[in-house]
C-alpha cells in the first residue's frame, strides 16, 4: 500500500498537465461556438434582409455577404471538430496514463503518440480559426460597402 501513494501522485501530477490543456482547449471550442452562433445569427439576418431589397447592386453585394458567411460557417465547423478531436485525444492521453498504470503496461510509446496527435490537431484548429478571422475581415469589407 505504501508504495501505491506515491506513484499515484506521481501519476496525477502528470496527468496535470493534460488536464490544463483539455481546460484550454474547452475554452478554446467556448469562442469558437460563440463565434458559430454570431455567424449564423448574421446569415439569418442577411436572408430576411435580402428579400425586402429592390436594388440589385444591393442584393447582389448582400449575396456576396451571405457566401462569404457560409465559407466561415464551414471553417469554423472545421476547426470545431479538429478542437474536439484535439480534446479526445488529450483524454485518451490521461485514460492512457492511469490504464497503463492501473494495469502495469508500458504505454510511453501510444501516449506520445497520442499526445502528438493532439497537439496536431490543436495546431489545426489555430489555423482553421485564424482563416475564419481572415474571412471575417473580408466579409466586414463587403458590409461597409452595402451601406
Not at 30 to 37: D, I, Q, T
Not at 53 to 66: A, H
Amino acid at each position: 500500500m505504501d508504495t501505491l501513494i506515491p506513484s499515484l501522485s506521481q501519476l496525477i501530477e502528470f496527468a496535470v498537465a493534460p488536464v490544463f490543456l483539455l481546460a484550454g482547449i474547452a475554452g478554446f471550442l467556448n469562442v469558437m461556438s460563440v463565434r458559430l452562433g454570431r455567424i449564423t445569427d448574421r446569415v439569418r439576418e442577411s436572408e430576411e434582409c435580402i428579400q425586402t431589397y429592390t436594388d440589385p447592386q444591393l442584393i447582389d453585394r448582400t449575396k456576396r455577404e451571405i457566401l462569404v458567411l457560409w465559407r466561415r460557417v464551414k471553417v469554423i465547423n472545421r476547426a470545431i471538430a479538429l478542437c474536439v478531436a484535439a480534446g479526445l485525444m488529450v483524454c485518451t492521453v490521461i485514460m492512457a496514463l492511469f490504464a497503463g498504470s492501473l494495469w502495469a503496461i508500458d504505454l510511453k510509446v501510444p501516449v506520445i503518440v497520442l499526445f502528438i496527435l493532439a497537439m496536431c490537431f490543436l495546431i489545426s484548429a489555430l489555423l482553421m480559426f485564424l482563416v475564419e478571422i481572415k474571412l471575417a475581415t473580408q466579409a466586414i469589407r463587403i458590409v461597409r460597402t452595402i451601406r
